[in-house]
């Protein structure tokens, strides 16, 4: 509770202006009314750290790239092959959709317009995912979508990820990709492809212009066959000290 609050204080910007009014309109009620201070980051660290110090957790990489770029797709194959447990972003939002409650109808919404779900849920999802998996290796496909989840993750978790894998691709072949993909995703259709793709264009590049400065960011060409583009993260994984 303490640590659902604490998180709440942190998290009061949307993750653009181009992007704020429409989520800030319709999440208002599940931020703090009154203007309180958030506590020293280090008090947030002792409530919220993953797994206590850095020295326990998991070994972390976030996977990002466009829609369709085929994240989901390669992170399948790097879990078998490196044993990495895979952390969809996107599918937790969508189990919490699944169960049914007030907050699944509001998270729809806001796939089926492909913007970008507010911080407080997502980082908590990610978060508790990342606690309660055993492997000493995690993915986290789809995630951080725009600098402001980066910085609440960051802020909240007290931990940095260990790699960034970017897998690039023209949109074109996104969008062919996307539209063949057939799973039934509410979002799989033109209109919202078209803003997803700006969405990733002007909220999510950003996170990985932002690791690359630090050295943590690999690009991956995502053209070509599954196969093709496997052998490129294969060297990559087969290259770390795991
Ligand atoms: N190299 C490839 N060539 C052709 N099709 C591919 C390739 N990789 C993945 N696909 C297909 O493209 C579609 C999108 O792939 P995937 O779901 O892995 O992308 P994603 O990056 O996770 O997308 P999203 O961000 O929408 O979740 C799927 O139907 C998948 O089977
Ligand atoms: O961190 C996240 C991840 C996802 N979303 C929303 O979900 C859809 C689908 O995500 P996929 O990774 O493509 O499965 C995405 O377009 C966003 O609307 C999010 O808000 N935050
Ligand atoms: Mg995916």
Redesign the pocket.
């Known amino acids: 509770m303490l640590r659902r609050r604490l998180s709440s204080l942190l998290l009061r910007s949307p993750c653009s202006s181009a992007v704020a009014s429409s989520i800030q309109q319709q999440h208002h009620l599940l931020l703090p009314t009154h203007a309180e201070k958030p506590p020293a980051l280090n008090l947030l660290r002792l409530f919220t750290s993953l797994a206590g110090t850095d020295g326990d957790r998991p070994f972390i990489a976030f996977v990002l790239g466009g829609?369709g770029s085929g994240?989901?797709t390669q992170c399948s194959r790097i879990a078998s092959d490196f044993g990495f447990s895979h952390v969809?972003?996107?599918?937790l939002?969508?189990n919490e959709i699944s169960a049914g409650t007030d907050q699944g109808e509001w998270i729809l919404e806001?796939?089926r317009e492909?913007?970008?779900?507010p911080s407080e849920i997502?980082v908590e999802l990610v978060r508790k995912a990342i606690e309660s998996s055993t492997a000493k290796r995690v993915l986290i496909?789809?995630?951080?979508?725009c600098e402001e989840?980066r910085i609440a993750f960051e802020k909240i978790t007290g931990t940095e990820p260990d790699l960034v894998l970017f897998f690039d691709c023209p949109e074109d072949e996104m969008v062919k990709r996307l539209l063949s993909r057939n799973q039934g995703r509410v979002?799989d259709n033109i209109e919202t492809i078209k803003k997803?793709l700006k969405?990733f264009e002007s909220l999510n590049l950003p996170v990985v212009e932002y690791y690359s400065s630090r050295g943590k960011a690999h690009k991956i060409n995502a053209t070509g066959t599954e196969d093709e583009i496997f052998e490129a993260v294969r060297k990559l994984f087969s290259s770390l000290r795991l």
Do not use: C, E
């Open positions: 829609p994240k989901g969809s972003a996107g599918d939002l969508r806001i796939i492909g913007r970008i779900v997502t496909d789809g995630f951080p979508r989840n979002d997803r969405v």
